[in-house]
């Protein structure tokens, strides 16, 4: 991603939403300012500041359910202003509200349909103009064009990377395995990472890139060496993705979920997570923030900590100004 001189964008969009009210967003909730366009003096230690958007699928399935929780506290462990969105959200604009998205392990077909081909291409621009998307199991193979799992071949539509992911074949459907930590990778500064690290891994996928896509090599699994966390630029945005899940502490209860806490792990996969986004934000162009915005909060049945709903209410008439500053921050 070329450095270069701020390019400050404003445009003015106005977006009909279906109820009578908008909802206002407080400038505590959006951080330093209310434009949240964070210009650090130095390279940050964790994600005060930054907001990360998580998707919620819209409907209960305890693997989904348990990911979206694990997500959650992660990012607030990294001192991360966590909303929520549903599809409906995604197209109406509120990815502009944050520099991240996240979204958790759901089956890759599943996930695009309940995106539709609107919050797709709602995505796609969003990381095209500096936004970081970071994808888990289903939602990172979803951001792959081309797939091969269970002897079936799909073309995804979000395709952020021009590759295909493969099904690894040689591992027990539920385990925890060993990954190599790609300690000198051109992309986030992992020099102080260990070499290896544990983490679950459930019917996943390794990653290749096409010809002429360039990816950065994150960490590969260890029996074999193909691999299993790779980043890459789309646009003037990046992305993350990996196979394994990172967002479960198996032996540790800061993740809100006992899901799969009989594994035992020797290790936490969120400071390395934390090197990653921290890199995703700082590599890219600040994309904006919104004062106002729609959204649907989940129901309440939902594992959702209420303390990590910064925002609630009914979708309303928004006029949103979006302010796209284009400056490298490190």
């Not at 032996?251 to 799969?260: C, E, K, V």
Request: proline residues 6%; hydrophobic residues 40%.
């Amino acid at each position: 991603m070329q450095n270069g001189k701020a390019i400050m964008l404003a445009l003015l969009v106005v977006m009909l939403a279906l109820g009578s009210t908008p909802v206002v967003v407080s400038e505590t909730s959006l951080g330093a300012n209310e434009n949240a366009v964070h210009l650090p003096a130095q390279a940050p230690t964790d994600l005060s500041g930054i907001s990360v958007g998580i998707y919620y699928i819209g409907y209960y399935d305890i693997r989904v359910n348990h990911s979206l929780t694990a997500l959650i506290n992660m990012y607030k462990w990294m001192n991360a202003t966590v909303r929520i969105f549903n599809t409906t959200d995604i197209v109406n604009g509120s990815l502009w509200a944050c520099e991240i998205l996240s979204i958790p392990e759901a089956l890759g077909p599943t996930l695009e349909y309940k995106l539709t081909d609107e919050g797709l291409q709602a995505i796609r621009d969003w990381v095209a103009a500096g936004g970081s998307y970071i994808g888990v199991r289903g939602s990172a193979a979803m951001a792959v064009q081309y797939s091969y799992f269970e002897g079936i071949w799909t073309e995804f539509n979000l395709a952020l990377i021009n590759g295909t992911s493969y099904e690894v074949e040689d591992l027990s459907d539920i385990t925890m395995t060993n990954l190599t930590i790609n300690t000198e990778c051109t992309g986030p500064d992992l020099s102080d990472m260990p070499e290896n690290m544990s983490v679950l891994f459930r019917t996943g996928r390794y990653i290749l890139p096409n010809e002429g896509q360039e990816v950065i090599c994150i960490a590969n699994y260890s029996h074999s060496n193909l691999p299993a966390m790779v980043a890459a630029e789309y646009g003037d945005g990046n992305l993350f993705i990996s196979s394994p899940h990172f967002e479960f502490e198996e032996d540790s209860d800061r993740d809100g979920t006992d899901y799969f806490d009989s594994y035992e792990d020797p290790d936490s996969e969120w400071p390395f997570m934390l090197k990653i986004a921290t890199w995703l934000v700082e590599s890219s162009p600040t994309v904006c923030n919104l004062t106002e915005w729609p959204t649907t909060p989940p129901p309440s049945g939902y594992l959702i900590p209420p303390e990590a709903l910064v925002i609630g209410g009914g979708l309303g008439v928004v006029a949103v100004v979006v302010i796209a500053v284009y400056l490298r921050r490190r």
